[in-house]
């Protein structure tokens, strides 16, 4: 079967600190993939190589078969890998609902003409586009802030808001940096209630995570980071018992 | 929603339209009347502008450039080559948009202070071009600009001309000619902003990373706009020589750039009615302030600090937020 991501010796160096040393995996398409580790592991370096915002030291990474090592994130976009972050990256300059929008970038045709003289195309399309961003928004639980400025929406909303702008692009692949960090119970419940219907959806996941229950219980496979290296790589079964897990990360 | 907002877009023009079309009740001599046509040519530059910095966040320290580029090729096309008025701004404005990409392309790679220093360069360059080629125009000097002319139908300050049996003086009619081209360009600009490419844009500065993973190519969306903020800098620039009748490398200065982005961050950056009130401020405090005309740099260079400092958000947005708050309090002490 091929990978949906393949990554192959990657490296990432900043100065003389190796964030990211030597990692190997792959995701198989469908998969929600978990990596964890203690903090400064290397989890985000990894998410920031795999969606091209970092260009690895060394190593290579394939999305589809395909080396993504001259591929800009807005290519890599096109090709159907989207993200969130661990800082989220919210436009606070725009309405909830136009950071869900933006999220269909590529999905809209942006003719300039049209745009000027607002033809009843673009209209049209904006309107499909809008209703598609509310439905969205109603799926991540979010449905109430529609025209609410970013800037007026407390932490846990634009958490799922992030994510609900990037299942707009339509990605076979989703990076979640950290989705449940700085929810309360009751919202993580209802964020792995959405994680497990993206990923029913057919979207492969890639998910960061440090809340052990959500991961352990939402996740096909799990890679685990240490000091920027892969420490165990299996089910969530195979990682709960790894003595070097144990050891240094779910014992500790 | 979408009806909602379409109307909300279109009270703002309403109400500009009022105000601009009204103000010749308050116009009294022709003066006041070139006074209000360069504003209104002047807040469309700076509308222009204003897409640049206020909604996609980048900055442009050398935007006089354009608009004296826009000014001198229409000075010179149609003073030297005989063109008329319309083809020379058309072709004058897809020039600029030419350069801008040209030049925008490497230095909208630069952020922040590098940035404003390589617009700045870009800036200074055209002024030092427009004053060393003094055979086409005039050096120092300047030169003089033909009449505005709708191909052979003539604009001037001097004539008169009669609009649905209304009688105007030449500057009666220029202002309602400039107004109605300001009214077009904040039509254009509002269409830009609320769209998918006016998205893009705006993502460029609320969060450019997001932006990227999303799909948008932000160099090609800052060049893009880099290009249309200039063009309506050429078209504004070509517009003010016609009027004005003379141009001096004064329109390309480095001050003149100080002026416009001053304009765009005292009125609002990303708020198209701010920054025309910005330009109407500014245009009209030098007249108030008569006495310090020698210390016009300086008084910019004042109002610039003390604005980013006490009210980083700009004049209307600023009011706006206070009327807002207080009418929120007078209806939480009604309960
Ligand atoms: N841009 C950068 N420049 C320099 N060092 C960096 C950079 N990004 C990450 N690092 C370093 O790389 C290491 C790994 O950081 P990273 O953010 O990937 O960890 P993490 O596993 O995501 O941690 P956390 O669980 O706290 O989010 C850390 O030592 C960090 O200081
Ligand atoms: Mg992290």
Redesign the interface.
């Known amino acids: 079967m091929n990978a949906l991501i393949e990554v192959r010796g990657l490296d990432k160096a900043f100065g003389g600190v190796h964030a990211v040393e030597g990692v190997s995996f792959s995701v198989q398409a469908g998969q929600v993939y978990s990596v964890i580790g203690p903090n400064g592991a290397g989890k985000t370096t990894l998410f920031n190589l795999i ?1 091209g ?1 970092y260009t690895p030291t060394s190593g290579e990474i394939r999305l589809n078969g395909e080396s993504t090592a001259r591929l ?3 290519q ?3 090709r159907g ?3 969130t ?1 661990q800082q989220m ?6 309405t909830a609902i ?1 950071n869900v ?6 999905k ?3 003719n ?1 003409f049209s ?4 033809l009843p195309s ?1 209209l049209r ?3 499909a ?2 209703q598609r961003a509310k439905e969205l928004m109603e799926f991540v639980g979010c449905g109430e802030y ?2 609410t400025d970013a800037s007026a929406m407390s932490y846990g909303a634009l958490k799922r808001l992030e994510i609900a ?2 299942l ?2 339509e990605p076979t692949l989703i990076l979640l940096d950290e989705p449940a960090a700085g929810l309360n119970a009751t919202e993580t419940a209802a964020l792995e209630v959405l994680i497990r219907k993206i990923a029913v959806q057919g979207t492969t996941v890639m998910l960061v995570e440090h809340d052990m229950k959500l991961v352990m219980g939402i996740s096909d496979h799990l890679l685990v980071l240490n000091y920027g290296r892969v420490l165990a790589d299996g089910t969530p079964a195979e990682i709960r018992q790894n003595p070097d897990v144990i050891a240094a990360y779910l014992g500790g | 929603m979408l009806n909602r907002f379409m109307q909300s877009r279109l009270r703002g023009l309403m109400v500009l339209a009022v105000i601009l079309f009204s103000l010749p009740v308050f116009l009294s001599n022709p003066f006041h009347y070139e006074l209000a046509t360069q504003m209104a040519i002047i807040a469309g530059t700076v509308v222009g502008l204003n897409l640049l910095v206020g909604f996609a966040g980048q900055i442009s320290l050398g935007h006089a450039g354009f608009f004296g580029l826009g000014a001198y090729f229409t000075g010179i096309m149609t003073g030297h080559y005989g063109w008329s008025a319309i083809p020379a701004l058309v072709v004058g404005a897809i020039l600029v948009g030419l350069i801008a990409w040209i030049v925008g392309r490497p230095i909208l790679r630069l952020k922040g202070h590098y940035l404003s220093m390589a617009t700045l360069a870009v800036g200074f360059i055209i002024a030092i071009i427009i004053n060393n080629e003094r055979q086409l125009t005039g050096g120092p000097d300047g030169m003089p600009v033909p009449v505005f002319d709708v191909f052979g139908w003539e604009l001037s300050p001097f004539g008169t001309y009669s609009l649905f049996g209304i009688e105007l003086n030449g500057s009666e009619a220029w202002y309602l000619f400039a107004a109605a081209v300001l009214l077009v360009a904040v039509w254009l600009a509002q269409n830009l902003i609320d769209s998918p490419i006016g998205r893009a844009l705006r993502s460029v500065h609320g969060s450019e990373v997001a932006a990227r993973v999303v799909g948008v190519n932000t160099a090609r969306y800052k060049s893009l706009v880099f290009v249309i903020s200039a063009v309506y800098a050429s078209v504004m620039g070509g517009l003010y020589a016609h009027f004005q009748g003379f141009i001096t490398p004064a329109v390309a200065s480095f001050d003149f750039s100080i002026v416009l982005i001053t304009m765009v961050v005292l009125g609002g950056m990303g708020s198209t009615m701010g920054v025309i009130l910005g330009a109407v401020v500014l245009k009209l405090l030098p007249q108030i302030l008569t006495h310090f005309q020698e210390m016009e740099a300086v008084m910019f260079g004042l109002i610039l600090m003390l604005t980013m400092i006490f009210m980083p958000k700009g004049l209307l947005p600023t009011l706006q937020m206070a009327v807002s708050k207080r009418l929120k309090r007078r209806a939480g002490g009604q309960q």
């Open positions: 969606s915002l800009e994130p807005n890599l976009a096109e890998l989207c993200r972050f990256q919210i436009c606070m300059n725009m136009e929008m933006l999220g269909r970038h590529l809209l045709k942006s300039l745009t000027l003289f607002r673009l399309d904006e309107q586009c809008r529609l025209d702008r990037a707009a692009a």
